[in-house]
């Protein structure tokens, strides 16, 4: 038997979590040694009195374990977990590219704004090849002289907003490229 045999039935599913919970279930879930990631996102918060920055959840209410599906029980008894996502019937897998779109938009949540005349229009699928989104694939929303891009998480069935520079784009020409990327 091959080491890396178990390597490859892990995958990626997402765990509902208890409102407001997120932060102490992905704790819970590295100190019971499953590997888990929660994508946050740094926003001003603004009290009569003050200022501050936080981090919240990119996705409220969900975190995301990487393991084999017939271990996913082990994540059930953890305070705070209500239920694995499921879809028809059966834990929903997240893709891989999937995860990496949420780290990239948790690692840098603000974009700078800067203007270019790269030729993308509404649907296109786009990768972004400069600034803090780098390696972010995409689909594109053109509206009048905002450019946002649309990150679609199929298996979740989510889309997020994202204001991004159309010079930091390139046009993806086709599936094939865009699943090798």
């Not at 001003?44 to 029980?73: A, C, G, H």
């Not at 053109?142 to 010079?167: A, M, Q, T």
Request: a positive charge.
């Amino acid at each position: 038997m091959n080491l890396s045999e178990p390597e490859k039935t892990k995958n990626w599913y997402a765990i509902f979590t208890k409102p407001r919970a997120e932060k102490k279930v992905h704790q819970r879930m590295l100190d019971n040694e499953i590997e888990a990631f929660l994508p946050l996102i740094k926003t001003v918060r603004q009290w009569s009195d003050r200022k501050k920055t936080v981090q919240l959840p990119l996705i409220p209410s969900y975190i995301f374990v990487n393991m084999e599906e017939k271990n996913l029980y082990k994540t059930l008894p953890i305070p705070g977990t209500v239920n694995v996502l499921k879809h028809l019937g059966k834990p929903a897998k997240v893709r891989e590219i999937e995860i990496e779109n949420l780290r990239i938009l948790s690692d840098n949540s603000e974009s700078q704004d800067i203007s270019s005349c790269v030729k993308v229009t509404k649907g296109d699928a786009i990768e972004v090849i400069n600034g803090p989104f780098m390696g972010l694939i995409a689909t594109c929303l053109k509206e009048g002289s905002n450019h946002r891009v649309v990150v679609e998480i199929d298996s979740l069935g989510s889309c997020f907003n994202v204001n991004i520079p159309l010079s930091f784009l390139r046009k993806i020409k086709s599936n094939s490229e865009k699943i090798k990327l």
